[in-house]
């Protein structure tokens, strides 16, 4: 309650940015299947009404390791249905919301969707 008056003299925690690039079109499919033969491309397919999916990507935020040298690719699947349905199609997955995709050398080597997203390990497989 004195917090609330007074204010707290606790530093405010900083937000922490991940170098998403949006994902809004189909045509970047192709540049994801050819950029992932040098470097890991990952697609995170958000659902922006869905409180799991947020929370989720809360956790993944939290969690993410910035210095990982893969290519963060973020899909608002309300807004891009369509690319959303050509990313299952292309890289034969079956949609799952929310749901993180790993892509090298033009295949998913890994995908995982609700908790499971947050207890891939990265590190391992960029």
């Known amino acids: 309650m004195f917090k609330k008056i007074f204010g707290s003299s606790e530093p405010k925690k900083e937000?922490?940015?991940?170098?998403?690039?949006?994902?809004?079109s189909t045509e970047q499919l192709s540049t994801?299947?050819?950029?992932?033969?040098?470097?890991?491309?990952?697609?995170?397919k958000h659902s922006?009404?869905?409180?799991?999916?947020r929370m989720v990507m809360n956790q993944?935020?939290?969690?993410?390791?910035?210095d990982l040298n893969a290519d963060l690719y973020y899909l608002d699947l309300l807004s891009y249905r369509d690319v959303s349905n050509e990313t299952g199609h292309k890289f034969?997955?079956?949609?799952?919301?929310?749901?993180?995709?790993?892509?090298?050398n033009g295949v998913v080597v890994a995908?995982?969707?609700?908790?499971?997203?947050?207890?891939l390990n990265l590190e391992q497989l960029v």
Request: glycine share 6%; hydrophobic share 35%; proline share 5%.
């Open 15 to 24: 937000e922490k940015i991940l170098p998403w690039i949006p994902l809004t």
């Open 32 to 44: 994801i299947e050819d950029q992932s033969k040098t470097k890991t491309q990952l697609i995170f």
């Open 48 to 53: 922006t009404r869905c409180g799991i999916s």
């Open 60 to 66: 993944f935020v939290s969690g993410y390791d910035l």
């Open 92 to 104: 034969q997955v079956l949609h799952e919301s929310p749901q993180l995709l790993v892509i090298k």
């Open 111 to 119: 995908h995982a969707s609700h908790g499971g997203i947050n207890e």
